[in-house]
């Protein structure tokens, strides 16, 4: 597996991956696979692990808890990516949009406040529908990222492209619906 981070050229010294040639591309394709799956990846562990510790402490799984819990999680995962690649965010961002930077911070927030929002049981219904429309509304700009292969981290041309929707679509939904299923569904 190191040989996925650091590549030995054989004259015992450590080379960046991914320098261009044939041999990395597959293994680059992979890591942006993987990369590009990092809330889906925490939100799940965050799931089982949050289903594994309430079946710990209270001798019963809580799965509207452990999904709540999950969700959170992921969130301030994303958020961490308005302040991290602000830049970035900004290039994603349709050309009408005013105030890139303020939009791409005010959005990170929002999501803050929805991580925490989730856990408040006077805010959670309320949260889960705002969280609801904020994740339909910020679609859009996911999916023209991706027809103009933006890649958020650099700011640049060279991101995924427009295969990517065929996950991030999906992925949207998933959260949608994890919301809908975890927070409002299963606290009738």
Same mark, same amino acid.
């Given at each position: 597996m190191i040989d996925f981070?650091? /590549?030995s050229a054989g004259d015992g010294a450590a080379h960046a991956p991914f320098a261009g040639d044939s041999k990395h591309s597959c293994r680059r394709r992979y890591f942006e696979k993987f990369y590009t799956m990092k809330p889906?990846?925490?939100l799940l562990a965050v799931f089982f692990l949050s289903l594994? &510790?309430?079946?710990l402490l209270t001798g019963d799984v809580n799965y509207a808890l452990s999904g709540t819990i999950a969700m959170s999680a992921m969130l301030l995962l994303t958020a961490s990516g308005h302040f991290m690649f602000a830049k970035g965010m900004e290039s994603m961002l349709p050309s009408f949009i005013p105030f890139?930077?303020?939009?791409?911070? #005010?959005?990170g927030i929002? /999501? %803050?406040a929805a &991580? %925490?929002?989730?856990?408040?049981?006077?805010?959670e219904y309320l949260t889960a529908w705002l969280?609801? %429309? #904020? #994740?339909i509304m910020v679609l859009p700009a996911n %999916?023209? &990222? &991706?027809?103009?292969?933006?890649d958020y981290q650099k700011g640049t041309a060279g991101g995924p492209g427009s295969n990517y929707l065929w996950f991030r679509i999906p992925l949207q939904l998933l959260f949608i619906g994890w919301v809908y299923f975890f927070v409002i569904w299963l606290n009738k």
């Open positions: 981070v650091l /590549e889906l990846i925490v594994g &510790a309430t079946w890139k930077k303020m939009m791409v911070f #005010f959005t929002i /999501e %803050i &991580a %925490i929002g989730l856990l408040i049981v006077k805010l969280l609801i %429309i #904020f #994740f %999916i023209s &990222a &991706a027809l103009r292969g933006i």
